[in-house]
Every structure is written in C-alpha cells, then in structure tokens.
C-alpha cells in the first residue's frame, strides 16, 4: 500500500518561511518524478514544483527563487522549503508521485496540508 504522508502546513506571515515535507511509504521516492501540488479555493490544482528520478528540478515562475524542492533518499522523503511567503501562495499542498513502467502510469497523491499566509 502506497502512503504519502505530508506535514509541515500551518499559518505563516507575509515573507515567513515553512518547509513541507513528504514522507513516502510503498514506494521508492528516488525513482519516481515527486511533484508538489497547490489548489486554492476555487482554483485549479497547480504544479509548483517537481523532482525528477535523476535529479533534475523545475518551478513556474510564479515561485522560482523561492521555492526549493529537495529529495533524501535515505530517509524516503521529499521537501518543499518556502520562503519570502505571499498571501497568494495560500492553498492546500500536495505531494505526488508519477512514474511510468512500459505504458503503465504509476499515480500517488498525499491527503494535502494546508498553507496560509496572513499577517
């Protein structure tokens, strides 16, 4: 049974910092594209950063240079480090984990943790 367990949400300031964090169980996280999702009320699921198997990271540009997606393999778990924090990244983040074996899509997703960011 696959579990991605994410923690680390909570109520920041404008320009606060927070780092997410996704525990993973069920799978190996070092060979899957791990992703961090965020959907705020009323809007779409949006991609805001992504791991691939090999290493390679990539954001929108509505959070680079202030987001930084990492990867322990170790400890089979993936980060999301925020920092310089805007109202507008208020929303549910979530973890996800894709790979591909022959034409077979490998899906996961965690259960979300809420970010807000308020003063």
């Known amino acids: 049974q696959v579990q991605l367990v994410e923690s680390g949400g909570g109520l920041v300031q404008p320009g606060g910092s927070l780092r997410l964090s996704c525990a993973a169980s069920?799978?190996?996280?070092?060979?899957?594209?791990m992703g961090w999702f965020r959907q705020a009320p009323g809007k779409k699921r949006e991609l805001v950063a992504v791991?691939?198997?090999?290493?390679?990271?990539n954001y929108p540009d509505s959070v680079k240079g202030r987001f930084t997606i990492s990867r322990d393999n170790a400890e089979n778990t993936v980060y999301l480090q925020m920092n310089s924090l805007e109202p507008e990244d208020t929303a549910v983040y979530y973890c996800?984990?894709?790979?591909?074996?022959?034409?077979?899509?490998?899906?996961?997703w965690g259960q979300g943790t809420q970010v807000t960011v308020s003063s």
């Open positions: 791991i691939s198997d090999s290493g390679i990271t």
């Open positions: 069920g799978i190996i996280v070092s060979i899957y594209a």
């Open positions: 996800n984990a894709v790979r591909w074996t022959s034409t077979i899509r490998h899906e996961y």
